[in-house]
């Protein structure tokens, strides 16, 4: 349950735009392929006019390039470049949506709305404020609704980025009789940062913490090259530790207010839950 609610979320938020459909398909899609169908597909989107290859840690470029070259993959064919045509997206306006089950212990429940897109400047305060209000145990969510209030054991804020736009929110997880307790205090915390924004304190520590989080980042072999590969994908430029540093320096408050209106307001967020009492 815990993972279907946020299949549940995306298909209310996007309805039946391809960024609201279920990574693993549906029982009908799934029967309906055959090799054809996997064919078509790998001929279309898996050549060298549409693939990364990125590596990091202990290689060469000349040496990978020879790697490459063995398996034959500099022989292919670009293929055509064209970015696959995608539907301009909208997402849907808050609502809320049950889905009943009665054979689980507790409801689960998302409230989110749209995001940022990758390409968006605000993304680093975006990032900043997820952080700051469901990011850990210091983040003010996990603080008021599990530690003061004990309405919930798992509680923390979720976003993702595509080219186009994003999506994010907050994810619990409570007893029948508290969920709605705890969906209370999960909107009061939420409309607190939408009206007031963030103090200069918590700025400061925020940028700290954002901060550490990105060095820490960039120890890691995996991490580097999937940021190699996102920066070649997005077609952006690779900054280096100083430049992202300075972009996290340059968030401020007024920044940070706008983004926290803009995106992080509860009435402007779809509810959906999943388990045997509905919350609203």
Avoid at 7 to 13: E, I, K, Q, T, Y
Avoid at 163 to 181: C, I, M, N, R
Wanted: aromatic content about 6%; proline content about 4%; overall charge negative.
């Amino acid at each position: 349950p815990d993972d279907i609610i946020f299949d549940v979320h995306n298909r209310a938020l996007w309805g039946d735009h391809p960024h609201g459909y279920a990574i693993l398909g549906t029982r009908e899609t799934v029967k309906a392929l055959d090799v054809s169908h996997l064919r078509a597909l790998h001929t279309s989107a898996y050549h060298p006019g549409r693939v990364v290859v990125a590596a990091s840690g202990r290689v060469e470029h000349e040496q990978l390039l020879q790697v490459l070259q063995r398996t034959g993959w500099l022989d292919e064919a670009r293929g055509d470049c064209t970015p696959f045509a995608v539907d301009p997206v909208e997402a849907a306006g808050p609502h809320a949506e049950h889905v009943k089950r009665k054979d689980i212990g507790q409801v689960h429940v998302v409230l989110g709305g749209p995001g940022i897109a990758h390409g968006d400047p605000r993304r680093y305060a975006f990032a900043l404020i997820d952080m700051l209000l469901g990011g850990g145990m210091s983040s003010r969510l996990f603080q008021r609704v599990r530690e003061e209030l004990g309405l919930a054991y798992s509680v923390h804020s979720f976003s993702g980025s595509y080219a186009d736009t994003g999506s994010h929110g907050v994810y619990l997880a409570s007893a029948p009789d508290s969920a709605q307790e705890a969906l209370d205090a999960v909107r009061d915390v939420l409309r607190e940062v939408a009206r007031r924004g963030l103090t200069g304190a918590e700025l400061a520590a925020g940028k700290r913490q954002l901060r550490g989080q990105l060095v820490l980042s960039m120890e890691g072999v995996s991490s580097r090259m999937y940021r190699a590969a996102t920066t070649a994908l997005y077609g952006e430029p690779y900054r280096t530790i100083d430049e992202l540093m300075a972009l996290v320096d340059a968030i401020d408050e007024d920044q940070v207010r706008e983004v926290a209106r803009d995106f992080f307001d509860p009435d402007r967020h779809i509810l959906v839950s999943l388990g045997p009492k509905a919350v609203r």
